[in-house]
């Protein structure tokens, strides 16, 4: 095992790379797909009779792009994707990371709005009334109190799917994308030494889920911030010093 | 005129100083839920530095009314006229809301969101203030109920008094023509509802046009200059403070004081 390491360390690295750029930018941009379906899924239903029968047009779209994502297997998703382009462009097919880093995105964002969606619908209603209460609009509280609450409640389940996106980028190693499984099918194929290169990947793939998990943790409390907070001191401080020391605070 | 509501808001303070002009008046207003009647036949109104308390038994319509007021929920039948232009079905409710403020049962602060930021809000998005005049601001509502000592503190950290004190300095922010506020300290126990009255006290002295849904008689007797006491989804009696406590009309009106 120690062999493989020394000997091919460098195209595992590579295969780690490749791995984590796919699974970060996959979960980044499945995130941002999952608010933006969070957020229109959520808008309150328009007055006019026309905005009404496009919000539902639009919600058809989206519901069936969710149910199609989620009910077919990815590596099929890969296969259906990255050969279909290449069917109508006359068999130019798109490069292989470009597509890998497509379909993970699609695929992670069609469980993200689900995820957002239910982080949006797990805030108290009386957080929306505050705000509406003010007069911001919808768009507005969304930004501003809804979405910061439910993205912290959610952060767990998008932690889940990052540590799901580095192992399941596995698959795109039918479309000959160079990640770390495609990679270990390499090595063995030079070498033959099955067993020592799949439970030195195997490794590698623990190393890099267990150490995103904890990176994520921390993350988690660093966003819930302080326990304590101070009460600042004199009764005399004029508004300008106590805006300064709330800023510092 | 209902397509025009929205932007009649905008220039609803042209006429505000109008005396004996109301600023809210509801005009046989009525409000279902399915089968179930709420709201009967609803008509009163408000003008500049009334001070209105609604008491009345639980699911009398009191906070439904309320919630009427600022668009919150939609009346079946009826109309409800800001400056006597109606709004009952206005496009953008949140112009309408920009200018009545409301206090609620359940404090509903932001939780992401530290006391100061709580109160800049609304001042930063809606009116486009800059950082530093909002936090002006907020500091100024926040020493009127004296909470402005801890602009650093979160919502969770607070009691529920101090958490009604901020709610009610984050409304007053943007400086509503009038404010509702739906059972303030219904939530709290009796030794913070006196901290929330006296904030509220001072609110009234000041001269601003409150609607108060609450079961603090003392508050509604001493502060109000306007009682409704409701009952059934309907107004039974309205009038001074003296008349509703000292000399009730109706039998029902004696029955519920009687038993406070």
Redesign the interface.
């Known amino acids: 095992m120690w062999n493989i390491l020394s000997e091919y360390y460098i195209d595992i690295l590579i295969g780690v790379g490749y791995t984590m750029l796919v699974a970060l930018i996959g979960t980044v941009v499945g995130l941002v797909i999952g608010v933006l379906i969070g957020v229109y899924r959520t808008i309150p239903d328009p007055k006019s009779k026309a905005a009404l029968v496009f919000k539902k047009i639009g919600d058809y779209i989206l519901t069936a792009y969710v149910e199609i994502f989620r009910g077919t297997p990815m590596m099929v998703q890969a296969m259906v994707i990255f050969w279909g382009f290449a069917e109508l462009n006359g068999g130019r097919t798109l490069n292989v990371t470009v597509s890998g880093l497509i379909i993970v995105s699609i695929n992670t964002g069609a469980y993200m709005a689900e995820i957002v969606r239910g982080g949006i619908i797990s805030i108290d209603k009386g957080q929306f009334e505050g705000a509406h209460a003010l007069g911001l609009t919808h768009t507005q509280t969304m930004f501003n109190v809804v979405l910061p609450q439910a993205l912290r409640n959610i952060l767990p389940s998008v932690s889940n799917e990052f540590i799901i996106n580095i192992k399941d980028t596995s698959v795109l190693n039918v479309i000959g994308f160079t990640e770390l499984f495609f990679v270990a099918k390499d090595i063995v194929t030079q070498t033959y030494k099955t067993f020592p290169t799949y439970l030195l990947v195997a490794i590698v793939y623990f190393i890099l889920t267990f150490g995103i998990s904890m990176l994520l943790r921390f993350v988690e409390r660093k966003m819930d911030g302080s326990k304590n907070y101070k009460v600042l001191g004199s009764q005399n401080l004029d508004a300008e010093s106590y805006a300064r020391e709330a800023r510092n605070g | 005129m209902v397509e025009n509501s929205t932007s009649n808001i905008q220039n609803a303070n042209l006429t505000a100083d109008e005396i004996g002009q109301p600023i809210v008046k509801i005009e046989h207003l009525g409000k279902s839920f399915g089968d179930h009647i709420v709201l009967k036949d609803i008509d009163f109104s408000v003008c500049k530095g009334d001070v209105t308390c609604v008491i009345g038994p639980s699911g009398s319509g009191k906070s439904t009314l309320l919630r009427c007021i600022?668009l919150?929920e939609k009346p079946t039948v009826g109309r409800i006229l800001f400056h006597g232009e109606d709004v009952t079905a206005a496009?953008k409710?949140?112009?309408?809301?920009?200018?009545v403020?409301?206090v609620?049962q359940?404090?509903?602060?932001?939780?992401?969101?530290?006391v100061?930021h709580n109160c800049t809000?609304?001042p930063r998005?809606?009116f486009k203030l800059s950082k530093?005049d909002a936090?002006?601001l907020a500091?100024?509502h926040l020493k009127t109920v004296g909470m402005?000592?801890?602009?650093?503190?979160?919502p969770r950290?607070l009691s529920g008094g101090q958490k009604q004190r901020v709610?009610i300095a984050?409304?007053l922010c943007?400086n509503p023509e009038v404010l509702l506020f739906d059972e303030p300290t219904s939530a709290l126990d009796p030794e913070m509802v006196g901290e929330v009255l006296a904030a509220m006290k001072t609110l009234a002295e000041n001269g601003l046009t409150m609607i108060v849904v609450t079961h603090e008689m003392s508050f509604a007797r001493e502060v109000a200059n306007h009682v409704v006491f409701m009952d059934g989804g309907v107004i039974v009696e309205e009038g001074t403070p003296q008349q509703i406590f000292e000399n009730p009309q109706e039998e029902r009106t004696k029955l519920f004081l009687s038993r406070n």
């Open positions: 600022n919150f496009r409710p949140n112009l309408l809301r920009q200018k403020g409301m609620f359940s404090f509903n602060l932001f939780n992401n969101l530290n100061l809000l609304g998005k809606v530093a936090e002006q500091i100024k402005d000592a801890f602009v650093n503190a979160k950290q709610a984050r409304a943007m």
